[in-house]
């Protein structure tokens, strides 16, 4: 599978010079199965560049998988924009969590409504199917896929894909059930039996895409915000034997120099484990 990444921000689209390398577009990652098949998660901002590319590439009865891993507005706002969605003769699948009574499809309809949007839900040219997803596996599109509740203030999927021998992890917004225990080794196996979850949910991936937000150091002030400190993500490929983590979700404030001093400061924390990941940022 490859993956592409067109968006990567967290909370807020942030374009402008203090953003060019690392993006301002909130959370869109495309991923192309060896079949051809489609897949994309989440509808950020990134997703407008995503649909622009793809009807320039002028193909005709596009098919494809969306999955929208929670309703915050980083995750919807680029779904009126994503211009395949308008095409008669496309077809889309479009997954969400839908648990907690508001239903996919209303949720982003409630976005579409006139007094936000000037066209309707119903407007879309496309066949568009929506399925509400709770946590288990199921088949997407060549993979077998996996989802996980979340740590975060909205019913919130975590994702995992396996398909011809690779994985790839997509887990956006995330907070630690608990940092302990604290002064330990970098990698050590959490304490809190939902934090053990995680780690095996995440574990053997190829590519990890985990919310980094924060810093052990600015964490405190955002306790229940729902985002993860990167030195947690670190731990958590560490004791996963992830290959490559992918920190995502970045925070607004956070412009390129510092993304670099943070990635640096993440691969110094990580020398010396047992297990080393490829650490960068999306
Ligand atoms: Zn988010
Ligand atoms: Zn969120």
Known sequence: MRVRFWGVRGSLAKPGPTTLRYG?????????????????????????????ELMASGKKNMKG???????????IQGFPFFVPLFIPGNEWDIYGPGGMG????????????YSYFPIHLEALGATVRFSNLGEGTFPLGGAKASLRYTNHPSLTLASRLDSGGASLVYIPDHEPHSLH??????????????????????????????????????????LGWGHSPFQ???????AGEVKRPAFFHHDPMRDDDAMDKLVEEARRYAEGADHVPEIFAA
Request: aromatic share 6%; net charge negative.
């Open 102 to 113: 508001n239903q996919l499809n209303t949720t982003l309809s409630g976005q579409m409504s």
């Open 181 to 222: 225990p604290l002064d330990a080794p970098p990698g050590t196996i959490p304490i809190h039996h939902e934090d053990r979850s995680h780690v095996n949910f995440l574990s053997g991936a190829d590519l990890l895409v985990h919310d980094a937000m924060y810093t052990l150091e600015e964490y405190p002030s955002k």
């Open 65 to 75: 998988n969306i999955l929208i891993t929670h309703t915050h507005w980083d995750h």
């Open 24 to 52: 301002g577009n909130t959370p869109c990652i495309q991923v192309v199965m060896d079949d051809g098949t489609l897949n994309i998660f989440d509808c950020g901002t990134g997703v407008h560049g995503l649909g622009q």
């Open 232 to 238: 947690k993500v670190v731990d958590y490929a560490i």
